[in-house]
């Protein structure tokens, strides 16, 4: 498994490895989406472009996943997938495979409401990365 | 980090390296072990770094750890040096508890309480996704956002007495839309009058025991009667607000030379334009919940009588009072000796002001403003009244509910292969939520004992006691 849920008392959040920024990013999109719904049940219906930037890997990581977040909360849709076009330490443009929820198809498991900057951490750890996310559910 | 223990309430971290001021612990020999795990005192210590800071960093007993701030606690920052923090706030900017009475004694709903909690649930517009009963324009919504309870009031929804019996009459003043960004609007737009998901709830429930008959008196409650009690916020718009800010602030923090040792604890000066225009804005969003949860009081309303076939002569639902648990107030406080202007953060805490408060509404200044702590869903609630000793030692602040002990993912654990409505039915409690996930994350085990809770505050008399709520039926989102 390449991310793990943390469990804290009145928290909920993600730790990702990865061997490059680029994946470790893909898969924070991830890793957020399938604690909210099941992935699997979602066709693609409309494909978005997202851009974030930050001050630095970890602000850019939080901004990153509120504009995904976003989505969901503003507009109802969930992402099944994202294809990273391009990035730097501070900058990326994505784009968003979405299907707009239907509550009849699409469990929802945890309704995140926000991404902290609690304990928000991007790190180089063994030759690869490593990403710490805390969410407000 | 030394703690220290002050008496049988009150510990106490003396100012060490770069705290400007100490901070204090309101716990008990029973609470405090579960606190000393986490690293709450750590993230207290942190408060009492920021700028500005006044008198002391303040746990209430049912602290625990928050995003950057501990949930729990109490810090007041001068209007002149000081800051203000989103994160101080919370993301539910005024999640708060609003109390009805009605007319109605226990043993007229018991017969018909399983369809009135189907009814309560049909009514209530809860969990992922819902939407309220109002569909408003964006020029309705910024009327909202300016106007709070009031608002709803002038729409039918209530009567012209329940704003008075709301904390600031339900209406933050400094409220301005234009502080309000284009994404928290769409937000909040289709939510008001929606209860929310998470730890949001309506509680059914009977006055159970009296503690304080005059104070009791002064607030309408007698033992036997049937109560309502509604738990949400600001929903998606307060948390947009929280997460714009908290993210517009860390752009700049360079800028202020403010080191932060967590981004969550993200601020600016209390006086700069930032931070009077999150204040602006955060009181658009404290307007959003009171209008929310006096509309959700009136659908709860037309639920009692349509559940039970009764008029509104009969139901005679009278709102008691209204809170907020999670906001910054600029209040005039009395600071060794002094009144000093200071904006007062109070997240997951209740302003618990004393008899005699110029604030406090007419009938209630005499006996002092009524507080509302509400438990885990299986327990208690409880009403107490505001004190003098709030004034002199918390900036009129308490504790406001039973805070978790346990993750939901733990909670989950501990629920697996147990009929958790059953177990609850057999102690007369109905209980319908929307998810089974939300029964478990929610169960009353995964909170701490609200009754230790309120001793606590109770003891060292920052608040005193006046009544207990026994629940009945519990709608969860």
Known sequence: MPYEVIDHTADTGIRVRAESLHDLFTEAARAMFEMITDTKKLEIGKTREVHASGADRADLLVNWLRELLLIWNLEQYLVKSVDILEMSGTKLKARAFTQLFDPDRHPVYTDIKAVTYHCAQVAEKNGGWEATVIFDV | MELERLDDYRWEIKKTG???????????????????????????????????????????????????????????????????????????????????????????????????????????????????????????????????????????????????????????????????SSRALERGRGQLGTLGSGNHFIEIGVVDEIYNPGAADAFGLRAGQVTLLIHTGSRGLGHQICDDFLAAMTKKAGQTGIKLPDRQLACMPVNSAQGRAYYRAMACAANFAWANRQILMHIAADAFMAALDISPRDLA?????????????????????????????????????????????????????????????????????????????????????????????????????????????????????????????????????????????????????????????????
């Open chain 2, 18 to 180: 770069a705290m400007k001021v100490p901070a204090r612990i309101y716990s008990s020999n029973a609470l405090i072990e579960a606190v000393k795990k986490e690293e709450t005192f750590k993230q207290l210590v942190n408060v009492a770094q920021l700028p500005g800071i006044v008198g002391r960093a303040m746990a209430m007993p049912d602290i625990h750890w928050g995003y950057g701030f501990p949930i729990g606690g109490v810090a007041a920052f001068d209007i002149d040096n000081g800051v203000i923090s989103p994160g101080g706030v919370g993301y539910d900017i005024n999640c708060g508890v609003r109390l009805a009475v009605t007319g109605l004694e226990e043993s007229e709903i018991r017969p018909r309480l399983e369809r009135l909690a189907t009814f309560m649930q049909h009514h209530i517009p809860s969990g992922v996704g819902s939407t309220g009963p109002l569909k408003l324009s964006e020029a309705g919504l910024k009327k909202v956002l300016k106007q709070g309870s009031p608002w709803a009031i002038a729409q039918g929804y209530g009567e012209a007495r329940d704003a008075e019996r709301t904390e600031d009459g339900g209406c933050m003043p400094d409220a301005d839309p234009a502080a309000v």
């Open chain 2, 317 to 477: 639902m009278r709102l008691v009072y209204d809170v907020c648990h999670n906001i910054a107030k600029i209040e005039t406080h009395t600071i060794e000796g002094q009144k000093q202007k200071v904006c007062v953060h109070r997240k997951g805490a209740t302003r618990a002001f004393a008899p005699g408060h110029p604030a406090l509404c007419e009938l209630y200044r005499q006996v002092g403003q009524p507080i509302l702590i509400p438990g885990d869903m299986g327990t208690a609630s409880y009403v107490l009244v505001g004190t003098r000793e709030a004034m002199e030692e918390t900036f009129g602040s308490t504790c406001h509910g039973a805070g978790r002990v346990l993750s939901r993912k733990a909670a989950k654990k501990a629920a697996r292969g147990r009929l958790l409505n059953r177990e609850l039915e057999e102690k007369g409690i109905i209980v319908k939520a929307s998810g089974k996930s939300t029964m478990a994350e929610e169960m009353p085990e995964a909170y701490k004992d609200v009754t230790e809770v309120v001793e606590v505050v109770h003891g060292c008399g920052i608040s005193k006691k006046v009544a207990k709520l026994r629940p009945v039926a519990v709608i969860k989102g």
